[in-house]
């Protein structure tokens, strides 16, 4: 599925390196495509190199195969650090991962939507997906906080809300490591001073960002990844709320201390 | 082993037929179409398996195994009669089965069962009800005939029912839906959306089929064989044009400009995928497929050139 876009050799040879089913055309079980891929991390490559110049710490941390889920704070008014992590898991890892995320249900209803998405490997975001990735040994992005992390104002970009549980009932039936990591700097690239739900809402979105320039294009900000070791929870996932809930928070705990420990380091302390 | 197939003169049925005589089994068939030129030692009786004389050919054969084809899609025939054929005759398979003693009904049914919609997970498992008919009620019948089919699982303890949900079918002798939708030089796809669509070599649903009747497994199943596609990848590598259309204004060009004539509801069929995890059909009777997704393409490729457009 040749596109009419540039694709550098260097991202090409990554992509080659990519450790997945594919088949003779280039194209994975679930649709995904190495064109795709291709043009897509080319086009990435600038932004995640030069223009945000991103750091990833404590990669080694990411175990090279085998399922996975890397487990997050949101920074940044959209799907800015999403994007970055996987870039981060693609010109980072030796080999390259595809970290693959979730995709919110309403998006499929839009035209091309759908299509791009699911040819980068973000299949829409229902227990059935996450499951067979999982069980397919794959690499599995999720943002616990949902979109009511996306909506962090500002001065509240260090902060976590609420955590859901679904993903640890995930990881404990699918008995998959959890690598913590934090996201730093997507709050200074995208400051969102407000949200317009109203707004949103007319354009079938929950919300949309609202900066002092009042679009939400990303300043060049440094953005910073922070992978810990992986965590492991016994279980089946059908276990009591409490119970999940206390794995929850030790998660959530783990990911707070690696944004202090960013937030350290990005004041220049020790 | 005397083995019946009700809708012998399709092009499956033909294909089924050859490869039940290679393998030493006696083959009877019931088409009300003709059924020309068939091949040599199969007994064939043109009338409509829903009469009198079809259940006559069952008690005077007494089959041991039934394989029923003789289920219609949307783009055949018209949907009352279609009713009819696809209820009627399902029902009539199964009771002339438990009255003269068949050991093994095979009903061949459709991976469409599941229906395509935008939050619908990709490879549908067996125990998933059938989601799609809101948007296309023009398959009702053929999903009652697939539910109806699957209640004989335990209404007749007499015999074993094998419910086969099959992905569509690509190759030489173009038969069924898919190939269908590609044979004309322009495809029309909907801008924007690029589903993949699951389909095996007519060779391999045969040839699953034949299993089947080996293995003899026991409920409903999915069966497929490569990995599915994107449309539009099937679209260039079986030598077509893709014409991406904005979704309303496509609905009103079908049937025209040399676009093929489709229900409305057959749309979303080409806006979301329909594919299916046909793991628990491989376990139960060891089948793999042999005929790889791009050997498909292409030997349709060949056996349907693009045709010529002006």
Redesign the interface.
């Known amino acids: 599925?040749r596109l009419p876009l540039p694709i550098d050799p260097e991202v090409r040879s990554r992509v080659d390196r990519l450790e997945l089913p594919w088949?003779?055309?280039g194209?994975?079980?679930?649709?995904v495509?190495k064109d795709y891929l291709a043009a897509n991390f080319t086009a990435l490559r600038f932004f995640y190199k030069h223009y945000f110049s991103v750091e990833s710490h404590g990669l080694h941390h990411v175990p090279k195969r085998g399922r996975v889920m890397l487990v997050g704070n949101h920074s940044g008014g959209f799907a800015l650090d999403g994007i970055m992590v996987i870039a981060s898991m693609f010109f980072d890892m030796h080999p390259p991962r595809l970290a693959q995320g979730m995709v919110e249900?309403f998006l499929?209803?839009?035209?091309?939507?759908?299509?791009i998405s699911?040819?980068l490997g973000h299949?829409?975001g229902?227990p059935?997906?996450a499951e067979?990735l999982l069980a397919d040994e794959r690499m599995l992005m999720v943002f616990p906080e949902g979109t009511r992390g996306t909506a962090k104002l500002y001065r509240e970009r260090y902060s976590l809300v609420q955590f859901g549980t679904g993903f640890m009932r995930l990881a404990q039936k699918m008995k998959t490591p959890i690598v913590p990591f934090a996201f730093m700097g997507g709050g200074e690239a995208v400051p969102t001073i407000s949200n317009a739900v109203t707004l949103g809402k007319l354009l079938g979105l929950p919300y949309i960002p609202v900066t002092p320039w009042l679009v939400a294009v990303p300043l060049p900000a440094k953005l910073e990844v922070y992978y810990s070791e992986p965590m492991f929870f016994e279980g089946t996932g059908s276990e009591e709320d409490e119970v999940v809930a206390a794995n929850v928070e030790k998660v959530k705990d783990r990911i707070a201390s690696l944004i202090e420990t960013g937030k350290k380091r990005r004041r220049g302390e020790p | 082993m005397k083995v019946l197939v009700p809708g012998i003169a399709g092009r499956l049925g033909r294909m089924l037929a050859e490869r039940l005589l290679e393998k030493g089994h006696d083959v009877i068939g019931i088409d009300r179409r003709p059924f020309h030129d068939p091949p040599a030692g199969v007994e064939v009786h043109e009338l409509d398996i829903r009469k009198r004389a079809a259940e006559d050919v069952f008690r005077r054969v007494r089959p041991n195994a039934v394989i029923h084809l003789a289920t219609v899609t949307h783009l055949v025939v018209q949907s009352e009669d279609r009713y009819r054929i696809n209820l009627g005759g399902t029902r009539a398979v199964f009771e002339h089965s438990a009255t003269y003693g068949v050991d093994h009904v095979v009903f061949v049914g459709r991976h469409t069962y599941y229906g395509a919609a935008?939050?619908s997970?990709?490879?549908h498992v067996e125990d998933e009800p059938p989601m799609g008919l809101s948007s296309f009620p023009q398959l009702a019948d053929l999903v009652a005939a697939d539910l109806y089919a699957g209640s004989a699982l335990w209404r007749y303890s007499s015999f074993t029912t094998s419910v086969l949900r099959m992905v569509y079918t690509l190759g030489p002798t173009g038969h069924g839906t898919l190939a269908t939708f590609l044979r004309g030089a322009r495809v029309p796809t909907?801008?924007?959306?690029?589903p993949?669509f699951h389909f095996m070599h007519e060779e391999d649903v045969v040839g699953a089929l034949i299993t089947t009747l080996d293995a003899r497994p026991r409920g409903v199943f999915n069966v497929a064989g490569?990995?599915?596609?994107?449309l539009?990848?099937i679209i260039?590598?079986t030598g077509r044009t893709n014409v991406p259309v904005?979704?309303p204004l496509l609905s009103a060009a079908l049937g025209r400009f040399g676009l093929p004539r489709l229900p409305r509801g057959a749309l979303e069929h080409i806006r979301?995928?329909i594919t299916v995890d046909a793991s628990s059909f491989k376990r139960a009777t060891r089948w793999s497929h042999t005929i790889?997704?791009?050997t498909a393409m292409r030997a349709y490729r060949e056996a349907f050139p693009r045709p010529a457009t002006y």
Do not use: C, W
């Open positions: 599925m088949n003779e055309l194209i994975d079980p679930y649709g495509s249900k499929n209803k839009f035209p091309f939507a759908s299509q699911s040819r299949l829409t229902i059935e997906h067979r | 935008a939050d997970p990709l490879f909907i801008l924007g959306y690029d993949l490569p990995q599915p596609v994107p539009s990848v260039g590598e904005p979704g979301y995928p790889d997704e791009r």
